[in-house]
């Protein structure tokens, strides 16, 4: 990479996204899974850009890569920034590594133009978020933050049925323990593509997120009785279809009664018997359920609970609703937001706050330390397909604002940054 | 089979049921698909128990089987009772097989008990009618009426590829020509199981059928846009299940507001791409709509199209409705009905009338000739599963009906029982 200053942080950061996209596995899209050789070479290749960089460049046993630049300053404390290196299969080149390619620029930029940091900056490509090999997510933040000790990767086995230990083991970047659990983050930012529509729909380019909304997630089962599409009559059915069907009206009507941001969405539907001339006697559906407040959340699920077994018992078929996934709502830092705001407006871009319906490496830091997520527009909000796309002037803003904030956690006075002692308790009030 | 009168009718008639189910191939219930080794079996052991009990025994080149006791009168005409002998996969005992016991059975008693008939009688097991081996269905009675000229045996193939030609030809029942169409026949009657659960549910020995209903079987096609299902706000979705099921509730809604005896199931559905946390882009299911009435279904099925292309219209949705089948309904002759009912009467059976939801050998006889049908109830409306049941008592009391009317029909005065010339156009006013 060349001394000269011509080349924007934006040219450089495209240009390193350019380069991540490049190491997938064979086939459309990326597709670059934890602990695969496409995956040690994103890695090693950050090392060494981050290296020649002039950052300090390591990684952990979990296979966490980082570069670091130290503060002048000496509370010890680390302002982080990043995302995760990982993709679904067949995915885009922005999920998780706009956010990686951001932060390595972001810091090699400020270095270069400002000199050292007062406090600590450390830019981060996480392992893994997605679970598209293992049956678990956030391997990567979730080792950082104590989520994970490493006992999880005894008995987790990919599709092969190798486990998660014996992967790490052999890949010559991460080693056979887990790392220890961070103590030292002050702040972590992280930058994404929105995944969804709503930044493009209305026009606006920096999405300030206030919220990454809990989800909870649940299998429901209804059973009636199957019998001779011809011969019941109407009166004397129990179609379990039927009161899938008016269960699915009756969820969406409540979504859309509660207001944003709450979303209910049933994405997977399976009938039995499945004939045509046959009465449905067994439909099995999930329910995704998302909203930023957790008692918003909590008070909206019993509700359709409520309403579902009052339409099973007035149907006369039985229903069971089994909780498959609870993650609770992850605010994000008022302070920071309200400075991501600041220095949208100085910037001149027009961003809106917004929730997070998506889970990111950031909903980990969230009850850990001040957590702030910065979003682009997603092009048709695509995400997970090799169709995901933001036009680099997007890309570019995010940037910019990215750098606005970490020179500011960075570089100003320690004591007028607001990095003051992070209390967890009060944040939740 | 002894020549003692100690045996009943109804007794001889189970103890042939009994027979005619070990005619299977291994499995679960019975399994007798055309031009099979079982189903060979089945047709000429009926071909010896019909000689043996003094009918004429003959098959045509179809396969069907037939026996004849010739009529001491001069008219030619044929009374023609039966079933079809053949089963879905994994079916029951009754489907079929009661009616072309009861058939051979009646024949046999009426001959021995009265003589002669002064009109020939004929019992007839219909080699096909389920479509359980070859994609077509009432092969049997269809070359019989006239429905089917031998062609269509070409390029009919099984799930193996052998054609039905070739198999017709490989049996040493069938011949490799179909059958002419008969003339001959002045009236049909089926005795069957109901197959729904009316009987049983009102506590009713015997159905009358006023007719066959009418089908119209659609596939429909909702096309909406697949999305993240957690950064999608509610009020930017166009989501292909929640169409579909507000589509599905609507139809019901109409049915019951039509009223019996219209029945509309969707039975089969399928979602894609059929994952929990993705909004549903595309939805095809299936619409199985009945109605004895021509007009009527005719009319539900225009506003039930219209119906959901506003729903589709209103969620910016787009829906493709396919017509599929399409079978006209089939009245039963309101003389046999009305004899029908007071043979019941005169046995002192409950009996009710009722459209039969199901498809029989008998639609296809009722645009040609005078036709009936009784219907004996069903255990909690089972079918087509080796659950089929009718207790040996409803049996017998179909049997009894049955052979009562057999005898009106075949031993009284020509001129009293009502069966003068066929007039088509009159029978449809």
């Known amino acids: 990479m060349s ?17 991540l996209a490049a190491f997938s596995a064979p086939g459309e899209g990326v597709t670059r899974l934890l602990y695969t050789p496409a995956w040690k070479q994103a890695q090693q290749f950050l090392l060494n850009r981050a290296e020649a960089g002039g950052l300090k460049a390591y990684s952990d046993s979990a296979g966490n890569v980082y570069g670091r630049l130290d503060g002048t300053g000496s509370d010890g404390k680390v302002v982080l920034t990043g995302s995760h290196i990982d993709t679904v299969v067949r995915g885009g080149k922005y999920d998780g590594a706009y956010g990686v390619a951001a932060a390595f620029t972001a810091l090699r930029y400020l270095s270069r133009v400002y000199g050292p940091p007062l406090r600590t900056l450390e ?17 990567g933040s979730g080792n950082v933050t104590g989520l994970y000790d490493g006992s999880e990767a005894e008995n987790c086995r990919d599709a092969e049925g190798m486990t998660l230990r014996e992967a790490m083991t052999g890949s010559s970047l991460a080693g056979d323990k887990s790392p220890a659990p961070r103590d030292d983050i002050a702040a972590y930012v992280e930058l994404h593509i929105e995944q969804g529509i709503v930044l493009e729909r209305t026009g606006t380019q920096i999405g300030v997120v206030s919220a990454i909304a809990g989800q909870r997630r649940f299998a429901v089962s209804v ?75 909590e008070a909206f699920c019993a509700a359709a609970v409520s309403a579902f077994e009052e339409i099973a018992k007035r149907r006369g078929v039985t229903v069971n609703i089994t909780a498959r996934l609870s993650a609770s709502p992850a605010p994000m830092d008022r302070g920071l937001s309200g400075e991501l705001e600041s220095i949208c407006t100085r910037q001149g871009r027009t961003y809106r706050t917004m929730v ?3 889970g990111h490496d950031a909903q980990l830091f969230a009850p850990l330390t001040r957590t702030a997520m910065i979003f682009v527009p997603s092009r048709a909000g695509i995400s997970h397909s090799p169709e995901e796309y933001t036009p680099p002037e997007e890309l570019a803003a995010g940037l910019d604002v990215l750098i606005a904030l970490l020179y500011k956690l960075g570089y100003e006075d320690l004591n007028d940054n607001g990095l003051t002692p992070h209390n967890t308790k009060e944040r939740w009030t």
């Open 123 to 139: 830019a981060v490509s996480f392992a893994e978020e997605e679970g598209s090999r293992f049956p678990l997510t956030f391997w």
């Open 3 to 19: 001394e000269s200053f011509i080349q924007s942080p934006a040219a450089e950061m495209i240009e390193l996204l350019e380069e």
């Open 223 to 297: 059973k009636g009785t199957a019998n001779h599409a011809g011969t019941t009559p109407m009166g004397l059915r129990h179609d379990a279809l039927a009161a899938a069907a008016e269960m699915i009206v009756q969820l969406e009507h409540s979504a859309a009664e509660a207001g944003e941001p709450l979303v209910a969405t049933t994405g997977r539907l399976e009938v039995y018997p499945n004939t045509p001339n046959v009465i449905p006697g067994e439909v099995m559906f999930t329910l995704d359920i998302r909203h930023s407040d957790g008692n918003e959340l």
């Open 356 to 358: 997070s319906g998506a």
